[in-house]
């Protein structure tokens, strides 16, 4: 079937619950959901504070005791994008922290939908490209399997905790997303600084591949997954030209005017973020193309990335 075709078979959906609603993605997804009417409901650890939101403790154990599935009954879709910063010098309670935070979280959420009368008919749950590991110059598909390491291990249990939903015949995605570029913080708030002093540069060797996201193209690419009946499971979330990490902060350096002669050596970033964040977040190299969001006749807004950091920096 032609993608354009695909496209044209738009979901009706309108209850939207969202975990994870107060991070990044989730500043950038809700005014869109509400722009597009669509009312979404906020899962919050805290108390809810009126009906716009339902409050959840998403590591409780055994699964399905954070959140009664009557809470959650009634929505036409749930997107899951709840975690733990993965941010940070990775301890070992940072470690556990990122596990269980999507482990268990995404247990109890897909418990909770997949006894929900009645349950929603998708489930959009993140997940990350780390899911590759590091792959050198391989051409990476939904079809490529996972690679070895810590945030590989995650995303499959992750990935793995969200078959519950499905199993009970809930149609659900996992977005493996990759880098995202926002006004609003993640990855580029923090390289901003140096670079706009003029101290920004290539990451070790800087031959490791980079597969970044607009964050306008990942609200797009959620809208997508909550709307288009063919996509489920893993979808890779990324724009289509990746670049390599010499090449994406040299385009970076030039949108700002300022040079990119200052590489950053691996001891830096080992100092600053602890050796094995910094060799999996920053170092590791993941050439990620989107086969399956670009067959379901997606057409992204940022492919390019110069025109992405111009429209944000
Ligand atoms: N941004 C990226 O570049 C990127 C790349 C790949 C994958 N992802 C994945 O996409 C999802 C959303 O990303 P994001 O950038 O929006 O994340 P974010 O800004 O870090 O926000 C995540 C949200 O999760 C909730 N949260 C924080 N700590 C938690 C914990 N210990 N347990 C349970 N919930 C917790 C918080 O929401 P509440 O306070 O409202 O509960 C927080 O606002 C995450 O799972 C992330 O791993 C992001």
């Known amino acids: 079937m032609h993608p354009s075709k695909r496209q044209k078979a738009k979901l009706p959906v309108n209850r939207i619950l969202v975990s994870g609603a107060s991070g990044l993605i989730g500043g950038a997804l809700l005014p869109a959901l509400e722009r597009g009417s669509m009312e979404p409901v906020r899962l919050v650890r805290g108390p809810a504070r009126g009906p716009g939101e339902i409050s959840w403790n998403p590591s409780a154990e055994p699964p399905g005791a954070g959140l009664a599935s009557s809470a959650v009954a009634g929505f036409d879709a749930a997107i899951h994008l709840a975690g733990e910063s993965v941010v940070g010098r990775w301890t070992a309670a940072k470690k556990n922290a990122i596990r269980d935070s999507r482990v268990l979280g995404t247990r109890t ?14 489930l959009v749950c993140a997940s990350a490209i780390g899911f590759y590991g590091d792959r050198g110059d391989e051409v990476l598909t939904e079809e490529s399997a996972s ?7 995650v995303c499959r249990e992750w990935e793995e905790a969200s078959r519950i939903a499905a199993a009970a015949g809930i149609r659900t995605v996992n977005l493996r997303i990759g880098l995202v570029l926002s006004a609003s913080g ?5 390289m901003l600084m140096p670079f706009k002093l003029g101290l920004g540069g290539r990451m070790g060797s800087g ?3 980079w597969s970044w996201v607009h964050i306008n193209d990942i609200v797009g690419g959620i809208e997508q ?12 979330m990324v724009a289509p030209n ?9 385009t970076l350096a030039s949108v700002l005017g300022r040079p990119a002669i200052f590489p950053v050596p691996r001891f830096a970033l080992a100092l600053a973020f602890g050796k ?38």
């Open 109 to 122: 959420l897909a418990t909770a939908l997949a006894h929900a009368d009645p349950k929603p008919k998708v």
């Open 147 to 153: 690679g070895r390491g810590f945030l590989p291990e």
């Open 186 to 190: 993640g990855a580029l708030g923090k």
């Open 207 to 209: 031959g490791q591949w």
């Open 225 to 236: 997954a909550l709307h288009t009946e063919s996509l489920a499971g893993p979808v890779n």
């Open 242 to 250: 990746p670049l390599r990490n010499a090449e994406f902060t040299r």
């Open 276 to 313: 094995l964040a910094a060799d999996e977040l920053f170092l590791s190299s993941q050439q990620v193309k989107p086969a399956k969001l670009q067959m379901s006749g997606y057409r992204f807004q940022f492919g390019e990335l110069r025109a992405a950091l111009e429209s944000l920096v």
